[in-house]
């Protein structure tokens, strides 16, 4: 059963930092992984995508790795601003089964990040 | 491009009642996921349709929720009788094939009363 878990549960620092948040999973046999973002009521905006042959993608400010074989995913924040303030969140996609589409969450990063 | 759409944004129902979620996804997503986050909890996965066929539905926690994709467009989730367990913000997802990104809508924000 796949299982996901992200480190820390919360984080706060000052603008200007650069920080990595973290994300473990227990079975590698996965699809891809997904890193998302959520503001406190709003739904869920997705920012980088792994596919489980890649080791890693930037977007911006942003760049996730990937490394199947340990079942860690880092997202790393280049100098971070506080409209990065937000619930991080990483996905797994499972491979194989009934369906490659049963995306498996981790419980989220709270990020806060002081001006 | 319009993205996921759900309705109601928000809702309050008293215990026993019916409530009924909708999803449009982004048009030409044959792909539509039912997922929902409860207080305190992991954002848990109830079910996928490819077009109008039920792909996955393991994820559904009891009978009282039923949900319908008539016509592969958009989904209605219906809860009867809502339970006070029930209550959390239920995310609708697309995507255009299996494998690619998923696109999350803003959530249906329910409590039960």
């Known amino acids: 059963k796949q299982e996901v878990t992200q480190i820390p549960a919360a984080l706060s620092v000052p603008e200007g930092e650069n920080l990595v948040l973290n994300c473990s999973f227990t079975d590698s046999a996965i699809y891809n992984l997904q890193w998302f973002r959520q503001d406190p009521g709003k739904g869920l905006t997705s920012l980088l995508l792994i596919q489980s042959s890649q080791r890693e993608q930037t977007s911006g400010r942003l760049n996730a790795s990937l490394d199947k074989s340990s079942g860690r995913s880092t997202l790393y924040i280049a100098a971070s601003q506080p409209g990065d303030s937000a619930t991080y969140l990483c996905?797994?996609?499972?491979?194989?089964?009934?369906?490659?589409?049963?995306?498996?969450f981790g419980p989220g990063t709270s990020l806060s990040v002081i001006p | 491009e319009a993205g996921v759409t759900q309705f109601p944004s928000h809702s309050v129902i008293e215990k026993g009642q019916t409530v009924t979620l909708r999803c449009d996804p982004i048009?030409?997503?044959?792909?539509l996921y039912w997922y929902r986050r409860v207080m305190g909890k992991e954002i848990k996965f109830l079910l996928h349709?490819?077009?109008?066929?039920?792909?996955?539905e393991s994820g559904m926690p009891n009978n009282r929720f039923l949900a319908e994709r008539t016509g592969g467009t958009y989904s209605t989730l219906k809860v009867q009788p809502a339970e006070l367990e029930d209550s959390g913000v239920y995310f609708c997802?697309?995507?255009?094939?299996?494998?690619?990104?998923?696109?999350f809508g803003e959530g249906s924000w329910l409590t039960v009363v």
């Open positions: 997802a697309s995507s255009q094939e299996e494998g690619n990104t998923i696109y």
């Open positions: 048009s030409g997503h044959d792909n």
């Open positions: 996905a797994v996609r499972r491979r194989g089964g009934t369906s490659y589409d049963k995306v498996i």
């Open positions: 349709f490819v077009k109008e066929s039920k792909q996955d």
